[in-house]
Structure formats: C-alpha cells, structure tokens
C-alpha cells in the first residue's frame, strides 16, 4: 500500500504519501481486498475462531465481505460522538456535537 501510495504522490514526503494513501486497494491475508479509508483505517474481514490444541485457528464464522474500520466505538461515551476523517474534515477526532477537532488537524 505504501509502495502505491508513494507512486500516487510522486513522492516520498510522508504526508503528501500519507494523504495519497486513502482510497488504495491491496490484497489482504485473508483472500480479499483492504482498502484505506478516509480515517486512516481499512477494510477487512471479520473472522471468529476456535484455538484448536494445536494452537492454530478454525474459523467458525466470518462476514461475507469486508467492514469499514472504525477509529471510535459508538458504544463508549467519551467516543460515540467523535469521527475520524482526514479527508473532509481533515481530522482524526472531530465531535459531531460540538463541532470541534479535539487534537492535530491538517488545516
């Protein structure tokens, strides 16, 4: 992903790269496909397993295609009103209720 993303920007310059980052397919090791998200986060699937004896894995239940990755849990008071995206918002914690980007910002 990086690799793309540095040929996207023509650069090496971590923010321009990081910025160029969003929106890059790369495989996944699960088969599919991840995606960088506007919040720095990506998509993928949601696997639960069985620790078997031998310490390895059975998957006893997976979605049928990817989840976006969340940066905030809708279920904690201190994070259910705050969003990532540094695309529109250009920030990593900005509180829909008070409208506010609570940390470092690109504006």
């Known amino acids: 992903m990086w690799v793309k993303a ?7 310059d971590v923010d321009k790269v990081e910025q160029a980052m969003i929106g ?4 996944n090791m699960t088969g599919g496909i ?4 506007p ?10 397993g069985e620790i078997q004896e031998d ?4 998957v006893v239940w997976k979605t049928k295609g990817t989840v976006p990755g969340d940066a905030w849990s809708d279920f904690l008071p201190g994070s259910k009103d705050v969003v990532s995206d540094w695309v529109k918002l250009k920030c990593g ?8 980007c609570s940390g ?4």
Not at 34 to 37: I, V, W
Not at 104 to 107: G, V
Request: glycine share 2%.
């Open 6 to 12: 540095v040929e996207k920007a023509k650069t090496t």
């Open 24 to 27: 890059i397919e790369v495989p």
């Open 55 to 58: 310490g390895q894995f059975d």
């Open 93 to 100: 914690n900005y509180n829909t209720k008070t409208k506010k």
């Open 34 to 37: 991840a995606k960088m998200l």
């Open 104 to 107: 470092q910002n690109y504006e």
């Open 39 to 48: 919040n720095h986060h990506l998509t993928k699937p949601v696997l639960i």
